[in-house]
């Protein structure tokens, strides 16, 4: 059962069109779990009608109109399909805004290995602000204690994991500011795959800290 | 119009009205006129999509015009409303009354448009879409609770709207209309984020827009 999701300014500003596109397609994982959800940005989006037909210039869009008809003969009848195919390859639904990111299979994904349980495949997103990863934590396995060094969003893809403030399953919206350090332990029976945005750019520059580096730098890409 | 006709068909749901009585009870769906006018439109007629142009150009343009950081607003009114409007020649036929009223689907497509055309203006990279980033949702309207819950906003929207306090009704035009993210909307009334946030919060329920008070953010 899921029991974290993006507050209301959140899903105010995914269904006003305003959040980062990294941000939109954590949004977008989480709504393809949550029926709830899903309800609250249809109205929202319902809501923006109603703005939408408030906001009026009172100009004279008669020569727009004639432009537009005469190009309505040089566009194709329907747009070609925009979204990314489904992804097949993996072992779980696949959420549409984040299978534009996704190879057909996982093997086709370069993985860093971070200790014996973790490993994290950075995905190419076209964002400069945010790093967006897949975190994979192997049934069982514990995360080292961590801090971030910038806001991180994580929503789980599948399985689970407990950290020190909670559990979370598959679906779960979670958002850790700056500063709050975990230790992040998957559940024993199932690996847990999480969907995770960081804020760049970040740098530990403390001797002590530095090992964690590897594991919190930024690539945004 | 399957999804329409489904809901139509008569089914007892726990609150003892069968749907279609539901639909009937507060029609958003049948209450906005352009329906009709896309299913026109899809068929290939001009008239209609005139009709339809001559009411959406002003509010798309207006809409695109409103947009921060662009260098020429009025061209970039002109860019999206035409944008916009050949998108809905194109999709008239995907067009499900079912799931979105026709302004509703119209206002997705220009939310969507903007962001694409802006990421082209800035030249950011194109590997999200917008269309990737809100993908058609699965029709939840089987579910007689979702279904209750939209009739519940119903057509009413637009009357709550006039009654709010104009200092709501600011921020929702900030964030819907210019496309600014809460913070953004904070440090330009110089407002703390949480003001802007729950002022924002307040004229969704009062709208009964947000209306899913049981869960923690
Ligand atoms: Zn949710």
Not at chain 2, 46 to 71: E, I, Q
Not at chain 2, 175 to 192: D, M, N, Q, R, W
Request: proline content about 6%.
């Amino acid at each position: 059962m899921i029991r974290h999701h993006p507050d209301i300014a959140w899903l105010t500003d995914y269904a006003a069109g305003t959040l980062p596109e990294a941000h939109a397609v954590a949004v977008q994982a989480h709504l393809h779990f949550c029926r709830d959800c899903r309800a609250q940005v249809r109205r929202l989006e319902k809501l923006g009608s109603q703005l939408l037909e408030q906001s009026v210039d009172g100009g004279n869009t008669e020569a727009l109109l004639e432009q537009t008809l005469a190009c309505l003969d040089k566009v194709p009848a329907a747009p070609q399909q925009a979204t990314a195919p489904a992804k097949t390859g993996w072992d779980f639904k696949v959420p549409t805004g984040l299978s534009r990111l996704l190879p057909d299979a996982p093997e086709q994904l370069s993985w860093k290995a971070l200790g014996r349980s973790l490993k994290i495949s950075r995905l190419v997103a076209g964002s400069d602000k945010h790093e967006v990863a897949l975190h994979h934590i192997r049934a069982g396995g514990k995360v080292a204690r961590h801090d971030h060094g910038g806001n991180e969003l994580t929503v789980v893809l599948k399985g689970s994991f407990s950290d020190q403030l909670g559990q979370y399953e598959a679906g779960d919206f979670i958002i850790r500011d700056k500063g709050e350090a975990h230790s992040p332990n998957a559940a024993e029976h199932e690996d847990c795959l999480c969907l995770t945005v960081v804020d760049a750019p970040v740098r530990f520059t403390h001797p002590l800290l530095r090992i964690f580096n590897p594991m919190l730098k930024i690539h945004p890409a | 119009m399957s999804a329409l006709r489904k809901r139509l068909t008569a089914t007892p749901t726990p609150q003892g009205h069968a749907k279609g009585q539901l639909l009937d009870s507060c029609p958003l769906e049948q209450q906005d006129p352009w329906n009709q006018t896309l299913a026109t439109i899809a068929t290939g007629d001009r008239a209609a999509f005139a009709d339809l142009f001559r009411h959406f150009a002003p509010r798309l343009r207006a809409f695109g015009a409103a947009t921060p950081m662009v260098d020429s607003p009025s061209a970039f009114g002109d860019e999206l409303a035409q944008d916009v409007m050949i998108s809905v020649w194109q999709k008239a036929s995907m067009f499900d009354p079912g799931k979105a009223s026709a302004t509703t689907w119209i206002f997705s497509i220009a939310r969507n448009r903007r962001i694409d055309l802006l990421r082209k203006r800035n030249r950011r990279p194109e590997v999200l879409m917008a269309d990737d980033m809100f993908p058609d949702m699965p029709d939840d309207s089987a579910d007689p609770f979702t279904l209750t819950q939209e009739e519940r906003l119903g057509s009413h929207l637009q009357d709550m709207l006039d009654t709010l306090p104009a200092e709501q009704a600011e921020v929702l035009n900030h964030v819907y209309v210019e496309g600014k993210t809460h913070s953004e909307v904070a440090e330009e009334l110089g407002l703390p984020l949480g003001t802007v946030k729950s002022r924002i919060r307040l004229a969704l329920q009062k709208m009964k827009v947000d209306i899913e008070a049981g869960w923690q953010p």
